[in-house]
C-alpha cells in the first residue's frame, strides 16, 4: 500500500491527572503518532463533558506533534474561533450540529439529519471556509446514522471527512461494522471528484478493527481505548501500526 497510514490517539482515555505525562510519552517516543485526537464535549450535542480551549492552549505548548481537534458540540459557528486561537491545527465539526436541536435524545443514540437545507449548507460552507481562512485545516464528521450522501457538497471544500464508528460521547465503545461500507463511499466518492482529504474513522479501533478500516479506506486512526487504556501505550500504538502496515 502506498499510503501511509497516520495515527491520532484520543487523549479522552489518557490521565487527566497526568496528562502532561501521557501526552510526552508518546509524542516524544521513537515513533510518535501523526496527530493528537482532542475530544471536545459540551453536554449538549453529547452526552458528556470533556475539554474546552484551555486544554488545547495548554498541550500546544507541550508538543509539535499537530492537534486534531474534534468538536462535539452545539453551534460549532460560535466556539470557533476560541479553539482556532488556542492553536488546533486541524478542527473538526459535525454536520449534524448546523441544525439547532438535532441531537439525539435516546440512551444510545446521537443526532442524525436526513438531509440538510439550503441555508444548512451554506452556512456549513461558511464554517469551513472560517476553518481554512484562519490557517488550520477543516474537518466534517458525521454521526453512525447520517447519510454519508449529505457531504457532497463540501468534497473540494474540506481536508477531513471524520466518519464516527460509535455514537460519540465516550471511549471504550464497540466499533459499529456499519462503518466500513461508509468508509469506501466516502473513499470512491472523493475520488470520482478529484478531492484530496484524509477520511478519518473514530471510535472501537484497535489492530483489528485498523485493518479492517484501512482496507475499507480509512488514512487516519483515532483510537483511544486501545492505546491510552493500555498498560504500555507506546507499545500499543506500534502494534496498531504494524496491523496496517501489513497491507
Ligand atoms: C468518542 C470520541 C472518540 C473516542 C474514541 O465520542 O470521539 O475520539 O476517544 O475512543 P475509543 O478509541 O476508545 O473508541
Ligand atoms: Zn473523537
Redesign the pocket.
Known amino acids: 500500500m502506498s499510503r501511509k497510514i497516520q495515527l491520532a490517539p484520543?487523549i479522552?482515555?489518557a490521565s487527566f491527572l497526568n496528562l502532561e505525562r501521557d501526552v510526552r510519552l508518546l509524542t516524544e517516543s521513537a515513533d510518535p503518532p501523526e496527530w493528537l485526537?482532542i475530544?471536545v464535549?459540551d453536554g449538549h450535542f453529547?452526552p458528556n463533558l470533556t475539554m474546552g480551549p484551555p486544554f488545547v492552549r495548554a498541550l500546544k505548548r507541550i508538543t509539535t506533534v499537530p492537534l486534531d481537534v474534534?468538536l462535539?458540540i452545539d453551534n460549532p459557528g460560535e466556539q470557533l474561533d476560541w479553539y482556532l486561537d488556542a492553536g488546533a491545527d486541524l478542527l473538526t465539526f459535525h454536520l449534524e450540529a448546523v441544525r439547532p436541536g438535532a441531537r439525539g435524545t435516546q440512551k444510545g443514540s446521537s443526532a442524525t439529519i436526513k438531509e440538510l437545507t439550503e441555508a444548512e449548507v451554506e452556512y456549513a460552507h461558511t464554517l469551513l471556509a472560517r476553518i481554512r481562512a484562519a490557517g488550520a485545516q477543516a474537518g466534517l464528521s458525521l454521526n453512525p446514522e447520517t447519510p454519508v450522501g449529505l457531504l457532497l457538497p463540501f468534497y473540494t471544500e474540506m481536508d477531513l471527512v471524520l466518519l464516527?464508528s460509535?455514537?460519540?460521547?465516550?471511549?471504550?465503545?464497540s466499533f459499529i461494522p456499519e462503518a466500513l461500507v461508509r468508509l469506501t463511499e466516502v473513499r470512491d466518492t472523493a475520488q470520482a471528484q478529484s478531492a484530496e482529504l484524509l477520511i478519518e474513522v473514530?471510535?472501537?479501533?484497535d489492530a483489528d478493527t485498523a485493518e479492517l478500516a484501512v482496507e475499507a479506506g480509512a488514512d487516519v486512526l483515532?483510537?483511544?481505548?486501545?492505546i491510552y487504556?493500555q498498560s504500555d501505550p507506546v507499545a500499543a500504538l506500534q502494534q496498531i501500526r504494524a496491523a496496517v502496515s501489513q497491507l
Do not use: N
Not at 166 to 173: C, I, L, R, W, Y
Not at 202 to 205: N, S
Open positions: 484520543s479522552l482515555s485526537h475530544d464535549m453529547v474534534h462535539m464516527m460509535v455514537h460519540p460521547g465516550f471511549g471504550g465503545q473514530d471510535g472501537g479501533i483515532v483510537a483511544g481505548q486501545a487504556g
